[in-house]
């Protein structure tokens, strides 16, 4: 079935062209993303006795294969994959054995170093509202909101999408009393200035409005096609799990389940929904099943993206770069690990005693024989390699410098990181952790300020808190990553205020804003 896209009232949106959206452009989409997110998070898979698709267990015994073993040579994992399935869809390689295989993920402790870099502490939303009493009241709101869509948790969701994945997108979505509120008030024609409802009833109403974090892998945004900034339509398209079962095996229902035949399964339904600035729709398997209008007037979508990239939707992600030498460090570390699986224990071979073989090695036993021309010989144990170790010490501190995290913003001080107790000197060893930190800060602050201005928008449409467009404007405050002297900051804030700064902002810089 088409889609029917006669209630957004645009003769250039082609159903055809959201058909290829869904169809082809969003199967790309998918799989790009998927494999960032994989080598984010490493998955891994159960192997039965002779492993996933037939190929043997390696001899570490170790019945598992991980996502990012996609990047390692078929010469340690046995397995051939194609670019478009990954690991867990790769078939065994002939007459190849699968080698000791070790994984060192370096990309998840990076990205999470810089989640709690960036939001380790609460953020502070302060109000620019001409109106005192509005400040303290908005203030509230947006804590409120925040909080009820999982405070500091949410931000801390909403960076590692953006980090893996390069950009994140938070659909605001009200509750239906408050879209109740908004068709009762436009019924009754109530005047652009009506009266703000009680604070503790504000409240309880911002708290049901949803802040959706969307992942990439379901963004389908349309663009308009003069500036790459505005986005005139959003779309996404997924697959959600409902709470039944089918009896149909279908073939999305076969790959979903890994293969497995059933003649029950959960039921799966692909859903695409479209929004725009004056009305929305939600397809299930291509049937219309729900569409209606927005009643306030502007797409309630907020694009962030992690780190600028002009020209692009997409931002730059802080896992892409480093999926080659993530690669290139496993690929040393099988090598490594299988290098000395066979020359960490030294072997023997025994000529011309008898039994040598049924033998046990132990220190202070003897071996007799008759033979004058037996030999016992020695061969193996593990030698020295200055340039293996060299190498993969090169390839981390690439990592670092591609990544902008130093394992010191972990918490691993080495001794040749000397005295740190000055802030200048910490400032210095962290100075690109830093740089990359605020570029961030700038990205999520003007990102935080439009979900308020959309929130405030529409509840002032609902008549329950009524503002203009000069109370929506706020202002985003980061608290200082580094560790900080209490006594340092109490001087500073007292200075600050000898000089004329008021005591509401030495005190909210302090900590103590609430």
Known sequence: MAFELDIFGDEQLEADYIEWLVDEQSVDIRRHFEKLWEYYANPRMEMSGTGARGQKINESGRCYIQAQEYGLPVRITGLIHSGQAGI???????????KEVVIENDVAWRVNAAVDFLFGKPISFVSKSPDG????????????LFAANGAIGFFQDMA???????????????????????????????????????IEDVLKLAQTIDLELIEAPRALPVLDENDYKKTRYYVQHFYQKKNSLSRKSSFLSRILSGGKQSSKSRQIVAVTEIASADAWQRYEDKELVSEGQMPWGFLPVVHIQNIAQPYYYEGLSDVEPL????DELNTRLSDRASRITFQSFKMYLGKGIEGFEDKPISPGRMWYTDNPEATIEEFGGDKPTPSEGLHIAEIREALDKTSGVTPVVAG?????LGNLTSAVALRLTLMGMLSKNDRKKFTYSEGFKEICRMALAILDTANIYKTCDADREVDIVFPS??????????????????????????????????
């Not at 867990?88 to 699968?98: I, M, P, T, W």
């Not at 999926?323 to 993530?326: D, G, M, N, R, S």
């Not at 691993?412 to 040749?416: A, D, L, R, S």
Request: one cysteine or more.
């Open 481 to 514: 990553p580094l560790p900080e002297n209490v006594m340092e900051k109490l001087k500073e804030g007292q200075i600050k205020k000898e000089l004329g700064v008021s005591t509401e902002q030495v005190l909210r810089e302090l900590g103590y804003g609430d």
């Open 323 to 326: 999926i080659p030498l993530q």
């Open 88 to 98: 867990f869809g790769a078939q065994s390689a002939r007459d190849v054995q699968r």
């Open 412 to 416: 691993v001080i080495k001794n040749k």
């Open 133 to 144: 009493q509005k400040r303290a009241e908005i203030e509230m709101i947006l804590k409120a």
């Open 160 to 198: 590692v999408l953006g980090s893996v994945y390069g950009f994140v997108d938070c659909f605001v979505r009200p509750d239906e009393e408050i879209i109740e509120r908004i068709s009762s008030s436009s019924q009754n024609h109530s005047p652009a200035c009506g009266k703000t409802g009680a």
